[in-house]
């Protein structure tokens, strides 16, 4: 992405800010009241016709949001029709792994001087040679710290660790980023901390307010970045999540009072397909907040756990299926969600299958394509949640 286009978007947000919060309360004020407060589990009858034959990414395109998917490295140099696949329908790719400190095979941080940045660059040289966006993910988290972080870090040198380490890497793709996650993961109510935040070894090291430091350091780093804070847990009607949406609401409210340059909450939406105490409602009320901050929001790793559901494998494809539209209807009527992006295209590659796998051992179906790459009814219902979306 040149930098006169990301310079563009990053005005825009500044300029049209104060308008879309408008408008975003008003959706928000109109919307909530009609719709019935849970998902539909398996509905034989429900429809998920179609027209066109449009990529995921062209369809949400033309309502003016942009959808992606995460990518690994090993996988898009390993399968030339997964790479393909991925070109035909993202607009924009998160690096699943390799931006993070360590994660799988990959170390951008090997030690605590070197960065290696080879597998993030052929990703984002892959992106640019296939004109999609790249977005960063995660400069700042508690997990995938390599050994090295744990044996030295300490409160004397954890700052100049984070500067070195966001300055570094913001630095080598600035310009070339949309949008990064800045901070992941920060809360946890569980921790039982007034502020709701979680005990990470950042905030051990540096108090509360690394999550403004980050945020500033990345600002400095890359003026042209959208900067997230992404979050899991935010999507069920259960007292969980609603505890997790008020910690997020107080966090993104103490941090626009403070200045902080942060332009987008990251809604991470790791869906369960057998659970059904989704409200519509209260999820719209959520992200009508969230936008009357003056926020963008971004649906960062949509996917649909079917570990849970029969074995079936057309029951298990139609709840999947239902999960996916119920939820981003809801989540497309606010304006202020600009973009999609699932964890993962294929179910070939999806984290879940090592994470959440079937008790029966059969091959996990959470995304909208199959093991072999041919699209599925949950295809289907991300077309229809893009062509059925409000336009931006
Ligand atoms: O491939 C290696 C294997 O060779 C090694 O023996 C084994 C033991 O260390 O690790 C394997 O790599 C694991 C990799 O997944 C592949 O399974 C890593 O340890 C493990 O950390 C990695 O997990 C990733 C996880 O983030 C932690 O970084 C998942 O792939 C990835 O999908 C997941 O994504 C996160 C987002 O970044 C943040 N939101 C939640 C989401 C799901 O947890």
Redesign the pocket.
């Known amino acids: 992405m040149d930098n006169n286009k990301l310079l563009t978007r990053r005005n825009t947000l500044k300029l049209c800010l104060p308008a879309l919060v408008g408008m975003g309360t008003a959706i928000g004020a109109n919307f909530i009241g009609e719709l019935e407060p849970t998902l539909a589990l398996d509905n034989p009858k429900r429809s998920s016709s179609l027209s066109g034959n449009k990529s995921l990414k062209e369809r949400a395109a033309a309502k003016g949001i942009i959808f992606g998917s ?1 990518v690994r490295y090993n996988d898009l140099t390993s399968s030339p029709g997964y790479a393909k696949l991925i070109a035909r329908e993202c607009g924009i790719l998160v690096p ?2 390799e931006l ?1 400190w360590v ?3 990959k170390a951008l941080r090997p030690n605590a001087r070197d960065f290696d940045f080879k597998p993030a660059d052929w990703i984002a040289d892959f992106g640019r040679k296939n004109k999609i966006l790249l977005r960063g ?2 400069l700042v ?1 508690h ?2 710290l390599p050994k090295w972080f744990e044996e030295q870090a300490n409160a004397k040198n954890a700052e100049l660790l984070l500067r070195t380490h966001i300055k570094t890497v913001m630095g080598h793709y600035a310009g070339k980023v949309h949008s990064w996650d800045v901070v ?2 920060a809360l946890g109510w569980w921790d039982r901390r007034p502020d709701g935040l979680r005990n990470t070894p950042w905030l051990k090291f540096l108090g509360k307010d690394y999550i403004d430091l980050s945020f500033r350091l990345a600002a400095e780093a890359d003026p042209n970045a959208l900067l997230t804070y ?1 979050e ?1 847990g935010l999507d069920y009607n259960t007292p969980e999540d609603e505890a997790k949406r008020q910690a997020v609401l107080k966090l993104l409210r103490y941090l626009k009072s403070k200045g902080t340059p942060i332009h987008a909450l990251g809604i ?1 939406a ?1 869906l369960s397909a057998e659970i059904s105490t989704f409200s519509q409602q209260k999820f719209r009320k959520f992200l009508g907040e969230v936008a009357s901050l003056g926020l963008k929001i971004m649906i960062t ?1 949509l996917d649909v756990a079917d570990n849970k559901l029969p074995l079936d494998l057309r029951k298990r494809d139609r709840t999947v299926a239902r999960v996916y539209e119920d939820y981003l209807s809801a989540a497309l009527d606010e304006k202020a969600v600009i973009m999609v992006t699932t ?1 993962g295209l294929s179910d070939r590659y999806t ?1 879940l299958s ?2 959440a796998p079937r008790k029966d051992r059969a091959a996990v179906r959470p995304l909208p394509f199959d093991r072999n790459l041919q699209p599925k009814l949950a295809w289907n219902a991300i077309a229809r949640a893009f062509d059925r979306a409000p336009k931006r």
Do not use: I, R
């Open positions: 995460a699943e792994w993070k994660c799988g095979d993910h995660t988290w997990d995938s992941n993961e992404n899991f991470q790791h790793e964890w984290w090592e994470f």
